[in-house]
């Protein structure tokens, strides 16, 4: 990764005005950088892995991540999510509420 690159993408796979689907990729030592959910939402894992979760107030969490079992969030949820430690990649794909 250099400077710019957060080592984290995301691929939009539906957006129709009610929900949202996005595909997210976290390469090891990548980052989402810190951000805010205006909506609930839920995570469906493709991987069984953990990722880190910053938290807004500082505060951090392991998250562990089973393929398959999703988790939801409320809205307002503000974080950075990290894959400090991985050797692949953390992939997962959340899908939002709009409406």
Do not use: C
């Not at 976290?26 to 892995?49: A, F, K, Q």
Request: glycine share 10%; no cysteine.
């Amino acid at each position: 990764m250099n400077a710019g690159d957060p080592g984290s993408t995301a691929e939009v796979q539906l957006d129709n005005g009610v929900f949202r689907v996005t595909k997210w990729t976290i390469e090891p030592g990548g980052v989402i950088p810190m951000h805010r959910h205006d909506h609930e939402y839920v995570v469906v894992p493709l991987v069984t892995d953990s990722m880190l979760v910053r938290n807004a107030d500082g505060t951090e969490i392991t998250a562990e991540l089973e393929a398959g079992v999703s988790y939801t969030r409320p809205a307002g949820s503000e974080h950075e999510v990290s894959n400090p430690g991985g050797d692949a990649p953390v992939v997962f794909i959340e899908v939002e509420r709009l409406s």
